[in-house]
Structures are given as C-alpha cells and as structure tokens.
C-alpha cells in the first residue's frame, strides 16, 4: 500500500488542507471575538454555515456519483481558494455578513469535497487495506489540526489577523496542485451512474443492508462525546478551577486518537470488523459512564484519552464497512447523506448537552449518555441476530 503514489497524494493532502483549515478556524474565532460580543451570536453564525452543508448535501451527492470524483475534488478545492478572498474583504471592510458568506461558501465546497474523498479511497487500494488506510486518514487529519491549531493559536498573537488566511489561502492553492496529480481510473464507475438521482436511492440499501443501518445509527454514540467534548472540557476546568487541565485533556485524547487510527490495523488482524465495532461502541459508552466520577481529575485524563484511542479505532472502522458495504455507485449520495446526519447531530448532542449540563451536571450528564450508549448498542445487536445477520461479520 505503501508503494502507492495515490495514498500519499490523499494523506499528504488531507493534512495541507487540514492546516489551512484549522488556521483559518482560529482566524474566524479572533475575528467573531473583536466584532461579535455576544456568544450566542457568534453560535448562530457557526450554525449558519453548519446548515448550508446540510441543505447542500443531497445535490452534492447526487452530482458525485454522476462525475468523476477527481473533477469534483478538484473544482471544490478551487471553490476553497476563491473564498478565502472573501473573507479578505471581509477584514478589509470589518464586514460580519462578508464573513457569514465565508463561511457558507466554505461549507458548501466541504459538502463536495468530504464525500467526493471517501468515495475514492476505495478505488485507490484494496479492500484488505482500507481499514489501515482510513486510520491513517484519520491521523493526517487529527496532526494537521493539533499543529494547525496551536501554530495559529500562536501566530494570531503575534501577527495580524490577515495572515492567517494568508496561510490558508497558501495551502489551500497546495491542495489544488497536488490533487491534479491523483490518478484513478474511475470512468467505468461514472458511465453507470448518470443517470442517478437523488437521497431517495440511497434508503433501499439501509433495508437490504442491515449492517450498514446499525453502523449508520452505532455512529450515535460516539458523536453524543464528540458534540459535547468543548463544553464538557470547559465544565471539567470550571469544576476544579483550572484552565491548565484543558490543555491536558485536549493533548490526552489527540495523543489517543492517533495511537488508535495506528493500532487499528493490529487489531483489525485479530478480530472481526462487525466484533470491533460492537466492541468499541461498549467501550465508549463504559467511558461515557466514567464522567460519573468527573470529580476526580485523574479519571478525566484517563477517560479522555482513552475514549481518543476507542474513537482513533472506531471511526476507520464503520468507513471501512460503509466502504465494502454500499455499492461503489451509491457512495457519493452514500457519504453526503452521512455527513448530512453527522452535522446534524451534532448541533442536536450540542444543544442537549448544555441543557443537561445546567439541570443535572456533568456527573449525571456522562452517566445518561454513556446508559444510552450502552443500550442503543445492545439493542441493535439484538437487531441484527432477529434479521439473522451475524454480528461477528467482515
């Protein structure tokens, strides 16, 4: 795997982009920070964007599937570049709707790209070695957004705002240029898919697939630590009075996510896929449970970083199975629906967290979410032995 260009090409790619990124990530927060002062504006705003991709995402399939994925990386990587000079005029004019634009333009070329990508990396190695491949993606990702995030973290106090959309403007140009040298052979794939339509086409694969439903819905349980990670961290450092043990658990559960993305391909060699997703969806909801005992600051440490390892192998996991399992001609819709429920549940985990934060607390908080977890779990385990699909499949 290692001897193919195309992997380095998207791994390379998915950390220069995952760069560009994070600093223009950073540049938004200092500059809703000068010009926002209210929070919940400034939340409005993030979701605005958020919701852009979320109408977007039907068409973004749709049009997936019926191109080549390549042209479609390609256009919606440029689409990247072009709104970074937005947000220039945005600065230029001290223009908060400018910046809305920005970050709806942003979206919608993410909507395009995200999906365009997971359909391709089947085509780019064997079936043995996607479960390796998508920890490995997942790592590019997780180190462009630890150094993406605390080099433009540090380069903000130092440098004007301007130029972290430099930077991402830069890297985003990179990512046009590398891109054009992937090559896959996906035209056979596209004459089939035409004519495609729309969601619609991807909901008869749920009911004739039954391990793709339950990976679909499994995916529940890590976003309810995922969606509530930023509150529940400042919750931690609110609750013993110390900012310092933020840091700590932002680096304990990187430092676990990218162990886990590597370990995965060991422990993809010794257990099934269907064992391992089940299995880890029970260890993350045991996690969930441990936020009972939040008071003790050693246990966050621990419950962070492992819950970073259980995710690191979880999420190229269920990719792999969505991989092998819909048919190659569905995954545009496939992946864009996906994102589509992701960035949905999100923002509803997000919602629902604050408020069970300021009823109950975070003690009672993790304690509901990780018995839900552990139940949803359970329950569709159930569900796929009444449907006479064998839990322990490949």
Not at 60 to 80: E, H
Not at 260 to 269: C, L, N, P, S
Not at 345 to 374: K, N
Request: hydrophobic share 60%; with cysteine; net charge positive.
């Amino acid at each position: 795997m290692w001897r193919n260009r195309n992997v380095w090409i998207v791994l390379i790619g998915e950390f220069v982009v995952g760069l560009g990124l994070w600093a223009g990530i950073i540049g938004n927060l200092a500059f809703m920070t000068e010009f926002v002062p209210s929070d919940f504006y400034k939340s409005v705003i993030l979701a605005i964007g958020m919701l852009a991709g979320v109408l977007v995402a039907p068409l973004a399939g749709k049009i997936i599937d019926a191109s080549s994925k390549k042209k479609v990386l390609i256009a919606s990587s440029i689409a990247r570049v072009v709104t970074v000079f937005i947000m220039f005029a945005a600065i230029a004019f001290d223009s908060v709707l400018l910046m809305v634009v920005f970050l709806v333009a942003l979206q919608i070329a993410a909507t395009f790209f995200m999906p365009a990508l997971q359909s391709i990396i089947p085509k780019i190695v064997d079936k043995k070695d996607l479960l390796t491949l998508n920890g490995w993606h997942m790592n590019a990702r997780t180190l462009s957004r630890i150094i993406g995030a605390a080099a433009a973290g540090l380069f903000v106090a130092y440098a004007d705002l301007i130029w972290l959309y430099v930077i991402s403007l830069i890297m985003y140009i990179a990512m046009v240029f590398v891109l054009f040298s992937l090559k896959v052979d996906e035209e056979r794939s596209t004459a089939k898919t035409k004519d495609s339509g729309s969601f619609k086409e991807v909901l008869p694969i749920l009911k004739r697939y039954p391990v793709v439903l339950v990976t679909l819905v499994l995916i529940v349980v890590p976003i309810l630590f995922l969606g509530s990670f930023n509150l529940m961290i400042m919750k931690i450092s609110q609750m013993h009075d110390s900012t310092s043990i933020s840091g700590l658990l932002y680096t304990a559960e990187g430092i676990g996510f990218m162990v886990g993305a590597i370990a995965v391909k060991y422990v993809g060699m010794k257990l099934r896929t269907g064992t391992m997703m089940f299995g880890l969806a029970l260890f993350i909801g045991f996690l969930q449970s441990l936020l009972y005992f939040s008071t003790i600051e050693m246990m966050n440490l621990v419950v962070f970083g492992m819950f970073g390892f259980a995710v690191g192998c979880f999420f190229p996991t269920t990719m792999t199975i969505f991989q092998k399992e819909v048919p190659g001609e569905f995954h545009g819709r496939f992946f864009a629906f996906r994102n589509m429920i992701d960035q949905t549940l999100f923002q509803v985990v997000l919602l629902s967290t604050g408020a069970l934060l300021d009823w109950f607390g975070l003690p009672i908080t993790g304690l509901v979410f990780g018995l839900f977890s552990l139940s949803l779990t359970t329950i569709f385990m159930m569900y796929l032995k009444m449907k006479k699909y064998p839990i322990a499949f490949e």
